[in-house]
């Protein structure tokens, strides 16, 4: 973002997208009482391909068990 900085003036603000939507989704939730403080919530991961193959990649690299997926058609 550095790059971009320079080129602009000093007074024009950067704003980082994804901390926008995440501070809007963080609100959104709150306002709906759906935030949750549970951290051992499980994932439910959707794929469209192979879910065998997925939770045994997908374990090795996230670290961890994964316990729901559910294949879907697009």
């Known amino acids: 973002m550095e790059p971009i900085r320079k080129a602009l003036l000093e007074r024009v603000e950067i704003i980082d997208p994804a901390v926008a939507v995440a501070e809007k989704t963080i609100k959104a939730l709150r306002e709906s009482d759906l935030e949750t403080s549970n951290t051992s919530s499980r994932k439910l991961y959707i794929v469209t391909d ?14 961890g068990t994964i316990y729901y997926i559910r294949l879907v058609n697009i």
Request: charged share 45%; net charge positive.
């Open 50 to 63: 192979n879910p065998e193959r997925f939770k045994r990649v997908g374990e090795r690299y996230l670290g």
